[in-house]
């Protein structure tokens, strides 16, 4: 095996990192796949242009027009190979009640053999790139290394772009052993070798038959959720599938509030949005768009960072209206991926906002007939883009510390049934709230498109461990916290008779997180209801929104108590299978709402 340069500059050769911990697990590694090459990653913008230009060569990226999209690429992957494959996603503990019914378990011993069995060999031919990356600011407690090792090129410039890579890295990680191993190959990206195994127990990751970005970004919802939500609950911390957003007001007060949205429920729009012209002095910037780690800090407040450095989004229904800061960032150093694309280096996606231009090549690589009824790109087509292009980025993003969190918010996308918004009575009618979150299915996840299924805290396919043992970390961590955050839910989806949405959503959404931030800091009302306390008409600014009347806002509004204990009902075939883990307080949440309906 030999040692490849990190960059033409180095063709002379490089030190080798010295910890000895990950030099002695890449050599283990290496024997084991028998790669051709070896290549440590160093994440020099050297390195960057090096891997292009090799990615290109070899038809795993394609070069857009740089004058159109500059530092641009477009990756096709493989149609069996889209999205997460929760059924192939494995949780191996030593017991499998610490895993618990929600997520599949295999004894670890097993899963190490059959994971040794598919990658023997399964680098021949092949180079091995060793990824060093650190989630996290520097210098941060709540900061995590990790290592991976992959086959993939195209893994390798997208986690440069979603992670802090290289020597960043081995600073924070110093001469100790805590790091993250991840093992990644595509083998021969069939389904049915197709296994994506988290050994929490031992801080570990191994992956095998997918390149798709959450099957094969081993930072992303593998190690920064599944394997951080189950250190997270040993050290006292929360590893959770939210944004973060700083809101500055005219008098220059910023409030931090953190968000769950299912994955493609509008949630990288919420974490870039900007205002309605109406709101004039208001200032919206983004600390993160999809994963926040928050721990209890010395001034008594939960305080989050966002261990990720880039976006991995979707792409269908992005456009200048919609979230135009997502617009900027991708404009530039950007890897699409299963959009659609034109033979001169141009892409398109549905949503976008010029209509579809003539010879489309659709995200399979085949021309695209308008008159199909095809989508020419994938519904999860992906742009990869660094944080940094974000125009709206806050300062605070590299901040050690993180920031403090004074609102949570949770949401999913329902056509009935939820109201607008409505803020819970306490800290553990909160949990109550975040735990019986349900929401239609998109493209982000394989399964049935608008099918209703719960999703506590937007964390069902990412929670590393026994989701009624996760509900109680959530009560614990009211022990913890001195000034807690206030608990919130809104709905952006729901629709009228006809079909149509109440809300328009996107800017306007700020006018629904003003009353939120307001109700933090004591300075807006509310009336108290059955499922908590409700906005009136009059508590939220609702001018220059076309036909919002006070009937129409009633009718968004509106608990229907049948339609919530209907709900209720739904919310049992989750909770019957982790009845024997359910902390006592969730079952009393769920009498007390019984009650008052």
């Known amino acids: 095996m030999a040692i490849l340069p990190t960059s033409p500059t180095d063709r002379l050769g490089k030190a080798l ?45 394609i ?52 994971m040794r069995g598919l990658l023997a060999g399964a680098m021949k031919g092949r180079t091995m790139f060793v990824i060093p990356y650190l989630m996290g600011p520097p210098g941060s407690p709540l900061s995590k290394v990790g290592i991976e090792l992959t086959d993939s090129i195209y893994v390798v410039l997208n986690m440069r772009i979603m ?30 070798r197709r296994y994506i195994s988290h050994f929490p127990e031992e801080n570990e990751i191994i992956s095998v038959g997918s390149g798709y970005g959450g099957n094969a970004l081993l930072g992303k919802k593998c190690l920064a959720l599944r394997i951080a939500s189950f250190l997270g609950r040993d050290e006292g911390w929360l590893a959770e599938h939210m944004l973060i957003l700083c809101v500055e007001d005219p008098t220059g007060r910023k409030t931090y509030v953190a968000a769950a949205f299912p994955s493609a429920c509008g949630k990288t729009n919420f974490a870039m949005m900007i205002p309605p012209a109406s709101y004039q002095g208001w200032k919206l910037t983004t600390i993160g768009d999809d994963i926040a780690w928050m721990k209890p800090a010395p001034d008594g407040r939960l305080h989050a960072i966002n261990p990720e450095n880039g976006y991995f989004g979707v792409v269908p229904g992005t456009n200048e209206k919609s979230n135009p800061n997502a617009m900027k960032a991708m404009a530039r150093d950007t890897i699409f991926t299963n959009v659609a694309r034109t033979a001169d280096g141009d892409v398109w996606w549905e949503g976008k906002d010029n209509p579809p231009p003539a010879n489309l090549i659709d995200w399979q690589g085949n021309p695209w007939d308008p008159k199909s009824g095809k989508a020419a790109a994938h519904p999860n087509s992906r742009f990869t883009s660094p944080s940094a292009n974000n125009p709206a980025l806050a300062k605070e993003v590299n901040d050690p510390a993180g920031v403090p969190i004074s609102a949570i918010i949770f949401g999913g996308r329902r056509a009935t049934t939820i109201p607008l918004v409505f803020q819970a009575f306490s800290w553990f009618h909160g949990v109550f709230v975040g735990a019986s979150m349900g929401s239609e299915m998109t493209a982000a996840a394989a399964g049935v498109l608008g099918q209703v299924r719960g999703d506590p805290m937007a964390m069902l396919p990412f929670c590393g461990y026994n989701m009624g043992d996760y509900f109680d970390h959530w009560m614990e961590m009211r022990k913890r916290i001195k000034i807690l955050p206030r608990i919130f839910h809104v709905n952006w989806f729901r629709k009228d008779a006809q079909g149509k949405f109440y809300w328009p959503g996107f800017g306007d959404n700020m006018r629904v997180l003003e009353w939120i931030i307001g109700r933090c800091h004591g300075q807006r009302d509310a009336r108290e209801a059955s499922i908590g306390w409700i906005p009136r008409y009059e508590d939220i600014n609702l001018q220059g929104i076309e036909g919002m009347t006070p009937e129409r806002f009633s009718e968004m509004m509106e608990i229907n108590p049948e339609a919530w204990r209907r709900e209720l009902v739904f919310q049992n075939e989750l909770y019957l299978k982790i009845y024997h883990e359910l902390p006592k307080e969730m079952i009393y949440q769920r009498e007390l709402l019984i009650a008052r309906l």
């Open 17 to 61: 990192p010295t910890n000895e911990f990950a030099v002695a697990w890449v050599k283990e590694t290496a024997v084991l796949t028998q790669p051709e090459h070896i290549f440590w990653c160093d994440g020099s913008e050297a390195e960057k242009t090096y891997l292009t230009e090799e990615a290109v060569k070899q038809g795993v990226l």
């Open 63 to 114: 070069q857009l027009d740089q004058k159109k999209w500059p530092g641009c690429h477009y990756h096709h992957s493989n149609p069996n190979d889209v999205a997460r494959v929760e059924q192939c996603t494995y949780i191996c503990t030593r017991r499998q009640k610490e895993a618990g019914a929600t997520n599949n378990w295999m004894e670890p011993k097993a899963m190490r053999q059959k």
């Open 163 to 192: 992670t802090r890579m290289g020597k960043v890295a081995w600073d924070h990680l110093g001469a100790g052993e805590e790091f993250n191993r991840g093992t990644h190959s595509v083998l021969d990206c069939n389904p049915e």
